[in-house]
């Protein structure tokens, strides 16, 4: 059983769903947060009690989900599960976009909604409890340990999905690795064959390290069977 102390952010305007995801997360025993708007999502941010996740409902008045998740991620990189329509392929990319570690979509069931909370604060677990010694390669600067990125003399805000990927292909340098590969190992098996959702975070960290699309020097493609990043020489 999960931790008492393992917080949850529930942001949803309808109070229904809002209610039925906090019985249903209180009976897993996670403390449950609540807000039922965009702007007392970010608001529990400045506070004393910040989630170690947040569930966000993407369809919402005022400031929405995705609008949310992208100021989020400027100042944090707490988990972040966005709360999609059944189906809508262009929502999950967009999630993805902004920032969202995953998704889950409605109409969802307390258990489909329980083992997405559990695979991701799983995930953020295992990378915190096995540090590896630092990654060099040219100016970018990879610290397992602290989860830390520089590029230069800048530190990267990488959501901690980004930190998996660029990690897990840093801790693979000089292979190539399939996409079902890095999917496997950075998001789990749910997610093989979901090849869309793998390129819009590499097109996200690939502009965080500022790699040129033309002459990339971190992230390389191998059409036709992956993505590598060179070995330190």
Known sequence: ????????????????ILRMMQRILEMERYRVLTAQDGEAAIETFYGENVPDLMLLDIMMPGIDGFTVCRQIREFSNVPIIVVTAKGSENEK????????DDYVA?????KELVARVRAVLRRVQI??????????????????????????????NLTS????????MAHKAGMVIT???????VWGEGYLG?????????????????DDPKDPKYILTKHGIGYTIPKNS
């Open 1 to 16: 059983m999960p931790s008492k102390k393992t917080s949850i952010l529930v942001v949803d305007d309808d109070i229904r």
């Open 93 to 100: 990319i967009e999630g993805f976009d902004a920032g969202a």
């Open 106 to 110: 409605k109409p969802f069931s307390a």
């Open 127 to 156: 990378w915190d409890e096995h540090p590896e010694p630092s990654f060099n390669l040219f100016d970018l600067v990879i610290d397992f340990a602290r989860r830390r990125v520089t590029l230069g003399d800048h530190e990267l």
């Open 161 to 168: 999905t980004e930190f998996r990927l660029l990690s897990y």
């Open 179 to 185: 996409p079902d590969e890095i999917l496997e190992n």
């Open 194 to 210: 979901e090849n869309n959702i793998l390129q819009v975070n590499l097109a996200r960290l690939r502009k965080k390290l500022k």
